[in-house]
């Protein structure tokens, strides 16, 4: 799994620049979430091989009680609770606050493995001007620079080091034969009724794994001679011998479970419709790669007119999806369940497909014959030779020249035939172009 990293501070210290400079853009949030006041964002970063989430979080008062402050602090507290290690974020120039002194004094209550960083410190002597910070009782402190990105790397490095990371993430082998199928959706949405319903019918449930925050509970479990994973985001708890499901959301086991998963079943709620909470966590689950699954929950509780908006708005809020195989079920009536699970197969089969270099070639070669690319400036797009480039997604790698001119419409249109030819419903379909280099343009220049 993932390490998580929590920025929290009061405001105007930085966070905001820290997040943006360790997930390395500006648009890196990937699940902000709407109907909150100034809610926690979540953000992918990498330093090496590793992987980890950051959330950043709005500026933290821990004793408000009213207002807008206590929603941010409310929003602060669940990060926190999310994380594996708290960064707490201090102004360098700014200097120690009353308010600096709350927050540590709640972090060293909570007792989790926290840094202490002094942000904005660019040109400042370290062992002079943040003696200060010292007073807060939480160690080292770590002068870092965010908007000039030095010291952010150490930074990284020490979180590391708290968890006892190894250097390079190690890579287990799974089983191929093992589906491993993530349920994510808003709360109240029906995850639990609808993993409950599949838990009751099979009887094969060997074990849970509850665990920290940052562990997926993953259920294994079979069906018609398929076996599955159920990497569970609806927070499933033993009980003796019955399985409760309670749902809390937490977007950090959302996102989690996503990564582990080959599949997502993303659940959407017929009464409410497609909401930005929805389409945050399909784009999510896009950006990763997998293969998903659409099912609409509580179809037998609204009317026609009503099921027809719903169609409308699952169309046009959520188009990047159309790959993906929709159903309309009832997990509290056990209504069209059968379907959902031969389009999880359909797509996890999809998503491990074996393309073959010469007939991806020659569908290549089919396409540009029906349809040229357009030409850009002087050439036109030569589309030369394909091969597969991975799996799970699919990828396919197109080579040939001045393949940089190919317009984002051509790569749907060959997409769409590519798609055709190998029955790739319920995946994602990557297509990379790889301009050859012509060995005498140095000459020519020359």
Not at 199 to 220: K, Q, Y
Not at 388 to 404: D, K, T
Request: include cysteine; proline fraction near 4%.
């Amino acid at each position: 799994m993932k390490p998580v990293l929590a920025l929290v501070g009061r405001p105007n210290v930085g966070k905001s620049t820290l997040f943006n400079r360790l997930t390395q853009s500006r648009d890196a949030i990937v699940a902000d979430f709407a109907g909150l006041t100034r809610d926690r964002h979540y953000g992918n970063a990498k330093q090496g091989r590793q992987e980890f989430i950051v959330i950043d979080t709005g500026g933290f008062e821990p004793d408000a009680h009213t207002g807008i402050y206590k929603e941010m602090a409310k929003q602060t507290q669940q990060a926190v609770a999310e994380a594996d290690v708290v960064v707490f974020v201090v102004d360098a120039r700014g200097g120690l606050s009353a308010q600096d002194h709350d927050i540590a004094k709640y972090l060293r209550k909570i007792g989790k493995p926290t840094l202490l960083v002094a942000n904005k410190a660019e040109g400042m002597l370290e062992g002079i001007q943040l003696t200060e910070f010292y007073e807060l009782g939480l160690g080292e402190v770590i002068a870092i620079s965010a908007a000039h990105g030095q010291g952010t790397r150490g930074l990284v490095e020490l979180a590391f080091e708290l968890l006892n990371l190894p250097d390079e993430p190690e890579e287990t082998e799974d089983d191929p034969s093992v589906i491993k199928l993530a349920v994510a959706g808003r709360p109240n949405v029906g995850k639990s009724t609808l993993i409950n319903t599949w838990l009751g019918e099979e009887r094969l449930v060997a074990f849970d794994m509850p665990g920290t925050t940052r562990d997926a509970i993953s259920v294994p479990f079979e069906k018609q001679g398929q076996k599955f994973e159920l990497i569970d985001t609806a927070g499933l708890r033993r009980k003796g011998k019955v399985f409760e499901a309670i749902e809390k959301f937490s977007v950090v086991k959302t996102l989690q479970a996503i990564e582990s998963a080959n599949v997502v079943l993303l659940l959407l709620d017929a009464e409410q419709g497609v909401t930005d909470q929805d389409a945050h966590i399909a784009g999510y689950a896009l950006e990763s790669g997998r293969a998903m699954v659409l099912a609409v929950n509580k179809w037998e509780s609204i009317d026609e007119y009503q099921r027809q908006l719903v169609q409308r708005a699952i169309e046009t809020r959520l188009p990047f999806l159309r790959f993906a195989n929709m159903h309309f079920i009832s997990a509290k009536k056990r209504q069209g369940l059968g379907p959902v699970w031969a389009s999880i197969v359909q797509a996890h089969k999809a998503a491990m497909c074996k393309m073959s270099t010469p007939i991806l070639t020659r569908l290549l070669l089919e396409a540009v014959q029906f349809q040229s690319p357009q030409r850009g400036g002087m050439f036109r797009p030569k589309l030369r030779y394909a091969h597969q480039g991975g799996m799970n997604p699919p990828v396919i790698v197109v080579h040939g020249n001045s393949l940089e001119h190919v317009t984002d419409t051509y790569k749907r249109f060959l997409e769409g035939r590519f798609r055709k030819a190998f029955n790739l419903a319920g995946t994602p379909l990557r297509i990379e172009m790889k301009t050859s280099t012509n060995p005498f343009a140095e000459k020519d220049s020359a």
